[in-house]
């Protein structure tokens, strides 16, 4: 069993920045990848950024130049630094891990972007 739980997200006007945390408990044996989505109220989840054991980054073009995903391994977490935002960016926030065939998941966190 794996847990993930997110934080950092909240309220923020538009062009600040947060920091999203998502730290990876229990049997963790190999994360292959690490990825943050995000899903807007009446639309479908979509992946935001991902990073790969081997150090693969990936952006969506939205948020490319303003996000910037990393990974600390001895810890098992990823951050998502959010940069420039816009209130598009408003959106629960979740964090996914893949181990082997498995997808992983947190409750999510709550990005609101609004003067």
């Not at 081997?54 to 959010?82: C, E, P, W």
Request: a positive charge.
């Amino acid at each position: 069993q794996v847990q993930l739980v997110e934080s950092g997200g909240g309220l923020v006007q538009p062009g600040g920045s947060l920091r999203l945390s998502c730290a990876a408990s229990g049997s963790i044996f190999s994360i292959n990848a690490m990825r943050w989505y995000r899903q807007a109220a009446g639309t479908e989840r979509e992946l935001v950024a991902s990073i790969l054991s081997g150090g693969i980054i990936y952006y969506t073009h939205s948020v490319k130049g303003r996000f910037t995903i990393s990974r600390d391994n001895a810890k098992n977490t990823v951050y998502l630094q959010m940069n420039s935002l816009k209130p598009d960016d408003t959106a629960v926030y979740y964090c996914n891990a893949v181990m082997g065939k498995t997808d992983y998941w947190g409750q999510g966190t709550q990005v609101t972007v609004s003067s």
